[in-house]
């Protein structure tokens, strides 16, 4: 029997430090046109209704903003610091049109978001138990995404994570002066207070088997995101102060990592690269380097991140290949060779242009491994040649009983993207879930 059940998230303590003063706010909220057609609610994944977030936020109704925010990304708070907004909503602004400095969106979203999800303002949310269990796999903005979607659906929600905390991307992967991990945790916890339970320290195929998720679950939800980057193959790469960028970032937030005196070199031009090189920067590296081995142009990070890093003292050294670490037991010196186009367009080595940058540490962000091998145990669920999970619109893979979304399936993009893709699967499997119930 179905039975009605409203759900109150009251999150105590203390909120990260305030995006905006309720002036600030007030200020910004009111530049805002409040366009008919929204190319900023366009731009985003997904589609926050930015105009009337903002219009509830000049009205002085915060929970009301909130609401709105929430309903469509319940990820809001942390969305609202770790998206690139430049690009996305703030970048769809019309003011830009005019010459005019875009509305600050993601600093607004911060402001009406984080008395909700981190204060002490309440939100209930009402819903009918539907009596049907989901499995997700991966407590990542994905998985949190979907499960939180369901458990508002009435759906019993159990995420699974390998590691020992809940938060994915956003709790290890996400530059500290973007958003710090105690920020991240405490989002995952508005989350639970959703109805949504996690089981972290457990992962599919070791501490619980897919056979018993597929047997304790009526439907699954693949949210694995990506695996680490893979040693590039140079000679010295087992050197002492030789790593992955993003276990840097990790231990950053984890309070291990003291930069003072050292000479950091990140190699790489995506995302990842430049949030390694500004967190080194800001930690106190004597000199922090971006080695890439083509012109800025081509670099894949986005272009006020890039600014950000220069800003922050970071030297990007272009047209150049790692060719080797040297060392004695740790890191001494990153050994390249300078690159070129050839006649054919190919990217070629210059020859005797081989130079040494004396480091302490060196770093990949070169993008990271899909999770080929552990998606292999899942029947039905098929990668394409570029190791991502093939789906259809619905977000459904080829085993009809389990749904996939975020990294695993787009290959890598933003929280936000991870986040639409959730909420998209989650509408799926509440759909094929009543059906099968003949509801």
């Not at 020859?351 to 899909?370: C, F, H, W």
Request: charged share 20%.
């Amino acid at each position: 029997m179905n039975q009605m059940m409203t759900t109150t998230v009251v999150m105590g303590g203390l909120a990260p430090q305030p995006t905006m003063s309720h002036d600030e706010a007030l200020v910004e909220a009111h530049r805002c046109l409040m366009c008919w057609d929204a190319p900023c609610t366009r731009a985003c994944p997904t589609t926050i209704d930015v105009p009337g977030f903002i219009k509830r936020i000049a009205n002085d109704d915060l929970l009301g903003s909130a609401r709105t925010i929430l309903e469509s990304n319940i990820l809001g708070a942390s969305c609202a610091r770790v998206c690139p907004t430049e690009v996305l909503c703030a970048g769809a602004c019309v003011l830009n049109d005019l010459h005019e400095r875009p509305i600050d969106i993601g600093r607004l979203q911060a402001y009406a978001t984080d008395d909700v999800v981190f204060g002490d303002i309440e939100l209930s949310v009402e819903s009918v138990q539907s009596g049907a269990s989901v499995g997700v796999v991966g407590a990542g903005p994905a998985g949190l995404s979907c499960g939180a979607e369901l458990a508002k659906l009435g759906h019993a929600v159990v995420l699974y994570d390998a590691r020992r905390q809940p938060g994915g991307l956003n709790t290890y992967g996400v530059a500290n002066y973007k958003m710090d991990m105690a920020t991240s945790l405490r989002e995952v916890e508005f989350v639970q207070g959703l109805g949504v339970e996690i089981r972290t320290s457990t992962a599919v195929g070791t501490d619980v088997s897919v056979g018993q998720l597929s047997a304790d679950h009526d439907a699954l939800f693949l949210g694995v995101g990506l695996g680490s980057v893979p040693p590039l193959g140079l000679p010295g790469e087992d050197l002492g102060g030789v790593g992955d960028a993003l276990d840097f970032i990790a231990d950053v937030r984890a309070g291990k990592v003291d930069l003072v005196g050292e000479r950091v070199a990140v190699i790489g031009g995506g995302n990842t690269a430049i949030d390694a090189v500004s967190q080194a920067s800001r930690l106190g590296a004597e000199r922090v380097y971006l080695v890439y081995r083509r012109d800025r142009d081509e670099m894949k990070a986005y272009p006020h991140d890039i600014e950000r890093a220069l800003s922050s003292g970071v030297e990007f050294i272009h047209w150049s290949a790692p060719i080797r670490i040297e060392g004695e037991g740790s890191v001494s010196a990153l050994v390249c060779e300078r690159t070129e186009y050839s006649s054919d367009g190919d990217l070629v080595s210059v020859p005797d242009s081989e130079y040494r940058i004396p480091v302490t540490m060196v770093l990949r962000a070169t993008g990271q491994e899909k999770r080929v091998g552990f998606l292999d145990q899942f029947d039905g669920v098929e990668t394409d040649h570029g190791g991502r999970v093939v789906v259809d619109d619905a977000f459904r893979t080829g085993n009809p009983g389990i749904w996939a979304g975020g990294d695993c399936v787009n290959g890598g993009k933003e929280v936000v993207n991870a986040v639409a893709h959730g909420k998209a699967a989650a509408m799926s499997i509440d759909a094929a879930l009543r059906a099968a119930a003949g509801k």
